[in-house]
């Protein structure tokens, strides 16, 4: 399993320390108790939870420490593995994830709140950006996972993918030996998770973007939905793929399901579609409206030296990005850090360049090594590809030699021994060309940041799209929040659009929020601007950008589960009390509540606004309707009207509890979540000049 490392001087020699490994199933009883694991300090903060936790406040509880950086495909690997333990040991074991950030943009920890909704991860996550953590355990490499005892000691490490069958064993061995000796907490530990402080928006999280001008039709990939949509280029809907539920199942469009899919490509009435997390690549027939599953077993993939074969027979890893050219399918296999190539007509799959090796290096397809390829494009003689880890572009060139002549050897070794130089794209390809692995423009692994130059020069940060459109390649810059444009004739790099800053502006002087996909129709740029939920249009000559309004789509229908479980919480609530007012005594009184919202913003309509009014005292003077104490409304719209029946003089206090989604009114960005708590002080009175409504009015700023 490939490592991400980083170079760092450790503080606590740990690494030497107990180990387990993918296949072992037990611990060496010798290291157990011998090393105190380190308090978790000097981070910039926490999230899933209202308050930092510490070693010694989980005492009694298993905890598992996940040292990970949200780029890194590796450690979204590990993903599922942690929420299989969360799910299998729900009282006893403490999953924490220590977020230390290899990006300067993963620093942020707004950026880190996005990733775990993107993620719908559900366990405590510490912001580790100065690597405080990260040192006091002599962390060497991301993934990282260490293992604490309940008396809180480490008891356990592992570096990479794999690994669950000895870890659950070791977590399972501990709970059984300490709850044995009565020091085993079972306590649930109470999170104030992320996800209850937003709602729900028609795209979530859209990863790529396929424009098509012939058809008139926008294909995205609504990767937080697991499904597919496809509109008209000026945004009216057409249709929806998958049901929104995660799955891997094929059939008709309201059957099929997903799970967060990415790249997409076009051939006729036939839609390829990477399906990354289920390891998979799907065929849509856009006429007949059915979705098969043609590549992939449904496991991934845990090596690189893949022999070639029929393709539903071949585990994949993470397939991000597709690219048609001819009959040939390229995939950039972001999780084994390779190119493949898929055959549309044998249904064949095979490794096409790269190793396997995380590294920048170029030369043949077979010695050529990516690191996380994650965007693909072509003019037909070259794949363009977006070398996300490495943050460089790459192109492969895709040419054949001419009849009679022989290419370069595939073993001919690359000359490290001078510095890297950039080679100009020549359209008549020279022979040592054909199958060549070339870097365009960009730094390496840990050579990264917000340049704009030429070649070497350039300084990217994870891009994630690449696009050839007017004879130019476009990037999405991902983590610089940026498009920058690359001339493939004389390597030179040079921002299009966006500030550096993440938003959401329109105009000349636009801003995106992590863009990932990028297409183009009609002279315009489509892009998947992922982390502000929304697909932007952005005229390839002049950079004016707008939001493409999405009509007619909603949110997939949230689940029985889910609902219940939003209808019981009270999210980032905010209690306020009002003035004390005046109730005429009479039996058609009434109860106005209306919301000032932010400028730009509106109710969110397929939400689930509720209301709760109750009479917290005096209900011998005023009473709801039906004589009741307490009403509960769903479904509710502003303003609201209440009846009240004041009956008797005297005072009385209302509470009125309201949980509010609201979004821009594009219903892209960020889709909010508010519970406002109004206390209502009033007196009733027989003076008929006193008013017959009682006014409670808030303001969300």
């Not at 599953?293 to 496991?299: L, S």
């Not at 609530?573 to 919301?595: C, F, M, T």
Request: with cysteine.
């Amino acid at each position: 399993m490939m490592l991400k490392h980083l170079l760092v001087v450790a503080s606590l020699l740990l690494v030497a320390g107990p180990v387990w490994a993918q296949g072992e199933n037990e611990m060496p009883q010798d290291y157990r108790g011998r090393v105190r694991a380190p308090e978790l300090e000097g981070g910039r903060g926490w999230l899933n939870t209202d308050r930092p936790l510490t070693i010694a406040g989980l005492r009694g509880k298993v905890v598992l420490l996940d040292f990970w950086t949200y780029g890194c495909i590796n450690c979204i690997h590990i993903i599922p593995d942690l929420k299989r333990l969360e799910a299998k040991y729900p009282n006893e074991l403490v999953v924490i994830g220590v977020h230390s950030a290899k990006f300067a943009n993963e620093k942020e920890t707004d950026n880190i709140r996005r990733i775990i909704l993107r993620y719908e991860l559900e366990h405590p996550v510490v912001n580790d950006a100065d690597f405080a953590i990260w040192q006091a355990y002599a962390v060497r490499a991301w993934p990282t996972r260490y293992l604490i005892d309940p008396a809180g000691y480490v008891i356990g490490r592992s570096e990479g993918e794999g690994g669950y069958e000895a870890l659950d064993k070791l977590i399972g061995d501990t709970i059984t030996e300490f709850r044995q000796r009565g020091q085993l907490n079972e306590q649930p530990l109470k999170l104030a998770l992320e996800r209850a402080k937003i709602g729900d928006l028609p795209l979530a999280f859209p990863g790529k973007v396929l424009a098509d001008a012939k058809s008139d039709r926008l294909f995205i990939t609504d990767s937080n939905h697991n499904r597919i949509v496809i509109a008209k280029l000026d945004g009216t809907l057409i249709d929806v793929i998958g049901t929104g539920a995660r799955g891997a199942q094929d059939g008709a469009f309201d059957k099929a399901t997903f799970f967060r899919p990415q790249g997409l490509a076009l051939d006729g009435d036939a839609l390829y579609v990477a399906d990354t997390e289920n390891h998979l690549l799907r065929r849509v027939d856009l006429k007949a409206r059915m979705v098969e599953t043609v590549a992939g077993t449904g496991a991934q993939a845990r090596s690189f030296d893949v022999a070639p074969g029929p393709a539903r027979t071949v585990a994949l890893s993470s397939p991000w990005d597709l690219q048609l050219v001819g009959r040939a399918l390229y995939v950039a296999m972001a999780g084994v850090h390779q190119i493949w190539r898929y055959d549309l007509d044998s249904r064949q799959i095979a490794v096409f360049a790269g190793t396997g090796r995380e590294a920048r290096e170029d030369g043949t397809r077979t010695l050529a090594a990516f690191a996380q390829p994650s965007g693909l494009s072509t003019d037909g003689h070259k794949l363009y590809v977006a070398d996300s880890e490495a943050n460089i572009i790459r192109s492969i060139t895709l040419d054949a030699p001419p009849q009679g002549v022989q290419p370069q050897p595939a073993e001919t070794p690359i000359d490290r021994s001078t510095p890297r130089q950039f080679e100009v794209h020549n359209e008549d390809v020279p022979l040592a060309d054909v199958n060549q692995v070339r870097t365009l423009a960009g730094g390496d692994l840990f050579e990264f940041g917000d340049k704009d130059g030429r070649g070497d020069d350039v300084r990217l940060q994870h891009p994630l799209g690449v696009l050839y459109a007017d004879g130019a390649l476009f990037i999405a810059d991902t983590y610089n929040h940026k498009l920058k444009r690359l001339d493939p004739q004389t390597g030179a790099v040079k921002t299009f659009a966006g500030t550096g800053k993440p938003g959401q502006a329109d105009g000349a002087q636009s801003s995106f929020y992590e863009p990932g996909g990028l297409s183009f129709a009609g002279g315009k740029l489509y892009v998947a601007d992922t982390n502000n939920h929304a697909i932007r249009v952005v005229d390839a000559h002049t950079g004016e950008t707008s939001t493409l309004m999405l009509r007619g789509l909603r949110p997939p229908e949230m689940s029985a589960e889910k609902l219940a479980e939003t209808n019981a919480i009270a999210p980032n609530a905010e209690e306020n009390k009002l003035a004390p007012q005046r109730l005429q005594k009479a039996d058609d009184g009434a109860l106005a509540i209306n919301v000032d919202l932010p400028a730009g913003y509106h109710l969110n309509e397929s939400a689930p606004q509720r209301a709760q009014v109750s009479i917290e005292s005096g209900a011998e003077h005023v009473a709801l309707a039906g004589d009741q104490r307490m009403l509960i409304l769903k479904d509710v719209r502003l303003p609201l009207r209440v009846p009240l029946h004041a009956r008797n003089t005297g005072a009385a206090e209302l509470r009125i509890q309201l949980t509010l989604y609201y979004c821009r009114i594009d219903n892209t960005g960020t889709c909010r979540i508010k519970t406002l708590i109004l206390r209502a002080p009033i007196a009733i009175v027989t003076d008929e000049n006193a008013p017959r409504e009682i006014n409670a009015r808030a303001q969300i700023k």
